[in-house]
């Protein structure tokens, strides 16, 4: 196991790019795969292709984003280490996080083939709660991140709170795809 860590700590030095784009894939897909079979209890109904969605969002847009973000965050000098952790955690929790909430929600309507119309909708439905959400869980967390954790290890730890993050994130989606078709029914049937 040991040696595993070693290998996964060379390879975030060596190649940030690609081991935290597939570390992000694999959380995205493993918090879809609690969120379906702990939460909601698919068992045998499991959505296969929700998973890849997740999966491919988090390897394809969300770990080569938050990469080139902590390769920014990192090259910002502040005079006190203080000063650098509240800056940090102020910056990703204003700048980055709102743009990356309202871009989970849009990018997962588009991909489910739902348009910008659906993009729109879940995103007016599920922003605002699911913001607030997350700043009770990355403040604390970035704070802890940004004030002891090496540069080249400040993804690792996001990822493993992220793990429950995508599992709540997963079933908050589905939770408001389920809600749109429900409303999509009722439409109908007027």
């Known amino acids: 196991m040991a040696s595993v860590l070693r290998l996964y700590n060379a390879a975030l030095i060596r190649r940030p790019m690609f081991a935290q784009s597939a570390t992000a894939a694999f959380l995205f897909g493993a918090g879809d795969v609690i969120a379906q079979q702990v939460i909601e209890r698919q068992g045998k109904n499991h ?6 969605r997740l999966t491919f969002y988090g390897g394809a847009f969300f770990g080569p984003a938050l990469t080139k973000w902590y390769q920014l965050l990192n ?16 910056l990703d929790q204003a700048i980055l996080t ?8 849009g990018t997962m309507s588009i991909l489910e083939g739902k348009g910008i119309s659906g993009a729109q909708d879940r995103i007016s439905t599920a922003y605002t709660p699911t913001l607030i959400r ?13 004030a002891i954790v090496p540069h080249h290890l400040r ?3 996001v990822s493993i709170v992220s793990l429950f993050w995508n599992t709540y994130l997963s079933a ?19």
């Open 47 to 52: 959505d296969f292709m929700r998973t890849a």
């Open 75 to 90: 090259r910002i000098k502040f005079s006190s280490p203080t000063k650098a952790v509240i800056y940090r955690v102020w």
């Open 98 to 105: 709102p743009v990356a909430v309202g871009f989970f929600f």
């Open 134 to 146: 997350n700043w009770g869980v990355f403040i604390p967390t970035q704070i802890i991140n940004f």
């Open 155 to 157: 993804f690792v730890v």
């Open 172 to 190: 908050i989606n589905a939770s408001s795809q389920h809600q749109e078709a429900i409303e999509s029914d009722k439409d109908t049937e007027k």
